[in-house]
Nanobody, 119 residues
Framework: VQLQASGGGLVQPGGSLRLSCAAS????????MSWFRQAPGKEREELGR????????WYVDSVKGRFTISRDNAKNTVYLQMNNLKPEDTAVYYC?????????????WGQGTQVTVSS
């Protein structure tokens, strides 16, 4: 599956953005999906994941309550809704797909989209 992340941009602190991850080549319903980010000088971190059926979701503490992952299998797209954005959320955001929810191995990565939170 090929993944294309989009929706990044410049937003003021407290603002919102919705990132999209569009899949092609295979249907996204075959995969558990995760969102990651990498800030300059920092390691890539997983923000959250959603299972194939959306029955299982998980978020890292730093975004819990502010970020929401959802998926529309009919549109072959996964979303990351980000609210109450903070300057420390500035990073390149990536989506990734895997076939085993408990695995750390991802079969595909999107190319990344830049999110900048600044006044």
């Amino acid at each position: 599956v090929q993944l294309q992340a989009s929706g990044g941009g410049l937003v003021q602190p407290g603002g919102s953005l919705r990132l999209s991850c569009a899949a092609s080549g295979r249907t996204v319903r075959d995969y558990h999906m995760s969102w990651f980010r990498q800030a300059p000088g920092k390691e890539r971190e997983e923000l959250g994941r959603i299972s194939r059926s959306s029955a299982v979701t998980w978020y890292v503490d730093s975004v819990k309550g502010r970020f929401t992952i959802s998926r529309d299998n009919a549109k072959n797209t996964v979303y990351l809704q980000m609210n109450n954005l903070k300057p420390e959320d500035t990073a390149v955001y990536y989506c990734a797909a895997k076939t085993v929810l408990s695995s750390t191995q991802y079969q595909s990565w999107g190319q990344g989209t830049q999110v900048t939170v600044s006044s």
